[in-house]
T-cell receptor, first 111, second 115 residues
Framework: AQSVTQPDIHITVSEGASLELRCNYS??????LFWYVQSPGQGLQLLLK??????LVQGIKGFEAEFKRSQSSFNLRKPSVHWSDAAEYFC?????????FGTGTSLTVIP | GAVVSQHPSWVICKSGTSVKIECRSL??????MFWYRQFPKQSLMLMAT?????????EQGVEKDKFLINHASLTLSTLTVTSAHPEDSSFYIC???????????FGSGTQLSVL
């Protein structure tokens, strides 16, 4: 069965530090991969997506993610975190007619 | 862990009929539920935000009379696609925000095909 795993429920980083949020998926073929962010009181916002091509994907707000087929991973990264990045981050996998979300990683940013 | 049940998982209907999709939080209370739509190879599009006991807030471009949302209890929100047409064929997914810890949980989606 298809699944998406975000191993880290909660991460705390200092402002200016680098960030990596992990996402692993289980799916037979190459899926469509997404990262979403939800700030308090807001709806989901798409950060970036991967469909095909270059495995390093650039997104909004300085985020990037790398698709690694051999590891079935799509980790999200940011070189320098800002206080406004504090939010809930969701990895998602889309197949032909299904959509699967991870359980989310809550990010806290310390001044 | 918290579970959001979305039903049905797929539905085929004739053009002109109405289809109701249910979103239930099974083991937590949700004051806020979200409804999304996804087109093939696209990201999710937020359709509306549903708050228990009040009218839903629709995103710009989403027809309120077309997509009726009811959030009658802390565990149930429904989306009714009225007078469905083939262009309404899509994947619809709901999410529910837990009252206790504000975490967001997603349903498994409903694939709607309108003939």
């Amino acid at each position: 069965a298809q699944s998406v795993t975000q191993p880290d429920i909660h991460i705390t980083v200092s402002e200016g530090a680098s960030l990596e949020l992990r996402c692993n998926y289980s799916y037979g073929a190459t899926p469509y991969l997404f990262w979403y962010v939800q700030s308090p009181g807001q709806g989901l916002q798409l950060l970036l997506k991967y469909f095909s091509g270059d495995t390093l994907v650039q997104g909004i707000k300085g985020f990037e993610a790398e698709f690694k087929r051999s590891q079935s991973s799509f980790n999200l990264r940011k070189p320098s975190v800002h206080w406004s990045d504090a939010a809930e981050y969701f990895c998602a996998v889309g197949t032909g007619n299904q959509f699967y979300f991870g359980t989310g990683t809550s990010l806290t940013v310390i001044p | 862990g918290a579970v959001v049940s979305q039903h049905p998982s797929w539905v085929i209907c004739k053009s002109g009929t109405s289809v109701k999709i249910e979103c239930r939080s099974l083991d937590f209370q949700a004051t806020t539920m979200f409804w999304y739509r996804q087109f093939p190879k696209q990201s999710l599009m937020l359709m509306a935000t549903s708050n228990e006991g009040s009218k839903a807030t629709y995103e710009q471009g989403v027809e309120k009379d077309k997509f009726l949302i009811n959030h009658a209890s802390l565990t149930l929100s429904t989306l009714t696609v009225t007078s469905a047409h083939p262009e309404d064929s899509s994947f619809y997914i709901c999410s529910a925000r837990s009252v206790n810890d504000e975490k967001l949980f997603f349903g498994s989606g409903t694939q709607l095909s309108v003939l």
